[in-house]
């Protein structure tokens, strides 16, 4: 068990640019999280995944932002025509299915807007 | 919306005390508890979980206390050392769904 892994850990990008992240969450875990982060806040819901199915969207996900789980495994998140208020750490969680599971982090993906 | 709270936003001990983090919440729905511990640059980490079955839950020198009439949940470390210095996140789970709403923080700094 190697943990949720990220990539990349830093973005650094103009204004206007695409960006897109990677999560691979443990593997036996069918659920996946996307969360944003900001500096001194707790992490903000995005979107969750139960196997390639998105189940659940935030309001905070607009238009610009999409999230991706083709085969069930590692999920993608592409953040289009970058604003300055995207910048922010964003993070990806797992879980196995059932309720009441804990979600387990990775370590983000901390994205900064020139 | 309902968000998780937290009363105080820094605590300072001395190692080896006893910490405890509060957090109150206003979702009576909320039936799934976590504490989460996250340090500079790195994602939360799960620390202990308790559901709103229970009032008590002990791990490694960690208890989670849940008292559902007032909406409060603690956390408590016992003989507090350097490596729990971190940021501390209670996050709440409504019935039925699988989104976790999570407070702000408090900052736990631990002191020789």
């Known amino acids: 068990d190697t943990g949720v892994s990220q990539n990349p850990r830093h973005k650094i990008t103009k204004r206007g640019q695409n960006v897109t992240f990677r999560c691979d969450p443990i593997?036996?875990?069918?659920?996946l999280y996307w969360y944003r982060q900001t500096l001194g806040q707790g992490p903000e819901f995005l979107t969750y995944?139960?196997?390639?199915?998105?189940?659940?969207k935030s309001r905070l996900l607009s238009d610009r932002f999409s999230a991706e789980r083709p085969k069930g495994s590692f999920s993608t998140l592409e953040i289009q025509r970058t604003e300055q208020g995207d910048s922010a750490m964003y993070l990806c969680a797992s879980s196995l299915a059932g309720l009441d599971q804990p979600q387990h982090f990775g370590d983000g993906t901390r994205l900064s807007i020139l | 919306g309902e968000n998780v709270g937290l009363h105080l936003p820094t605590l300072s001990v001395q190692e080896g005390d006893n910490s405890i983090i509060n957090c109150a919440y206003s979702?009576?729905?909320?039936?799934?508890f976590i504490w989460y511990k996250q340090e500079s640059g790195k994602g939360p980490q799960f620390i202990i979980d308790i559901r709103s079955n229970m009032d008590k839950r002990q791990g490694q020198r960690v208890t989670v206390l849940l008292n559902k009439t007032v909406k409060h949940l603690s956390l408590q470390i016992a003989a507090t050392q350097p490596g729990d210095s971190a940021v501390y996140f209670c996050a709440e789970k409504e019935s039925g769904t699988y989104k976790y709403i999570f407070g702000t923080g408090t900052r736990l700094k631990v002191l020789a």
């Open positions: 593997s036996e875990h069918n659920r």
């Open positions: 995944f139960q196997n390639e199915a998105q189940l659940e």
């Open positions: 979702n009576s729905a909320s039936d799934y």
